[in-house]
């Protein structure tokens, strides 16, 4: 017998949450609650019935289609949010029914895929970067033995999964999508660690490329690097690619400064250019993996 699902979609910018669903036309925001029992609910989300696979997409396109988006050199309309689309089994959305949550992420661009990089674009962009790392730290943590709390509360997005974290009884599937086009190797390069990273492995070819490609001038531990051995090693990494910024590194930034950095720290160094950044903040990370592997042999 067919009871139909419930959809409830919304979506997260920032420290804002609006309604997808609401055909009011006045803006919705929405509010994120704890009750007693620690679960997560969304208070003030239309929900909307749907009684076959069509309704059902069709439904999803009318909310995907309220997304705050942006022009952009690359894409008409880049998502500038993250979206959240609730599916709940039965006619109604409510506790205790199963549910399948999807998150589309907002993705992120180069400096060159913009035109117009104002004050709001570069805000938005490092809104979104926050809320991703604060996602990936939730991931890094529950994989740690250590016994730590995952840090829900970093992000309006962490708090609204937090319940799908918790429960033993959820799965969650973390899916990338890549392009074919090779002017866009960067970013899929970039899609597929941050896939790694939720995953906790590393790409193969990375390691490989430690181990084949031994250096008789490699550096010690990361920790351990003076200054000049980080001006060194900005210059270096990706190819040389980053070496226009090695000189903006401020007096003092030694190896126990630059290892505690986090990505959008390294994105500022960069100039913006986030697709650098990542690759220098994982080849660092590499790095310091290959010297504490060293260490323990």
Not at 131 to 158: H, N
Not at 264 to 275: I, N, P, T, V
């Given at each position: 017998r067919d009871l139909g699902v419930a959809l409830v979609a919304f979506e997260?910018?920032?420290?804002?949450?609006?309604?997808?669903?609401?055909?009011?036309?006045?803006?919705?925001?929405?509010?994120?609650?704890?009750?007693?029992?620690?679960r997560t609910h969304v208070l003030g989300a239309t929900a909307r019935a749907a009684g076959s696979p069509d309704e059902l997409l069709e439904l999803m396109r009318s909310a995907q289609a309220h997304r705050a988006t942006r022009a952009t050199q690359v894409n008409d309309a880049s998502s500038r949010s993250h979206a959240v689309y609730r599916i709940y089994l039965g006619a109604a959305a409510g506790p205790g029914r199963p549910v399948l949550t999807l998150v589309d992420c907002a993705g992120s661009e180069r400096r060159e895929d913009s035109s117009h990089h104002d004050f709001q674009s570069r805000?938005?962009?490092?809104?979104?970067?926050?809320?991703?790392?604060?996602?990936?730290?939730?991931?890094?943590?529950?994989?740690?033995?250590?016994?730590?709390?995952?840090?829900?509360?970093?992000?309006?997005?962490?708090?609204?999964?937090?319940?799908?974290?918790?429960?033993?009884r959820a799965l969650i599937v973390a899916i990338g999508t890549v392009s074919p086009s090779a002017t866009d190797t960067e970013h899929s390069i970039g899609t597929l660690r941050a896939l790694q990273q939720l995953q906790g492995t590393q790409m193969a070819f990375e390691v490989r490329e430690d181990v084949a490609r031994p250096r008789a001038n490699d550096l010690p531990h990361p920790r351990t690097w003076s200054e000049e051995d980080v001006?060194?090693?900005?210059?270096?990494?990706?190819?040389?690619?980053?070496?226009?910024?090695?000189?903006?590194?401020?007096r003092?930034?030694?190896?126990?400064?630059?290892?505690?950095?986090?990505?959008?720290?390294?994105?500022?160094?960069?100039?913006?250019?986030?697709?650098?950044?990542?690759?220098?903040?994982?080849?660092?990370?590499?790095?310091?993996?290959?010297?504490?592997?060293?260490?323990?042999?």
């Open positions: 997260i910018a920032g420290k804002s949450m609006r309604d997808l669903l609401d055909t009011s036309g006045a803006a919705k925001e929405l509010k994120v609650m704890e009750d007693k029992e620690h805000k938005d962009a490092a809104e979104i970067n926050s809320t991703i790392f604060a996602l990936k730290e939730c991931f890094r943590v529950m994989r740690s033995s250590k016994g730590q709390q995952p840090p829900y509360r970093d992000s309006l997005l962490t708090r609204v999964l937090s319940d799908s974290f918790a429960s033993d001006r060194r090693w900005v210059s270096a990494a990706a190819g040389g690619r980053a070496s226009a910024h090695a000189a903006a590194l401020t003092g930034t030694d190896g126990k400064n630059i290892t505690r950095w986090p990505l959008q720290r390294f994105a500022m160094l960069c100039g913006g250019d986030e697709g650098l950044a990542a690759l220098l903040y994982q080849d660092l990370k590499n790095r310091q993996q290959g010297a504490s592997r060293a260490a323990a042999a």
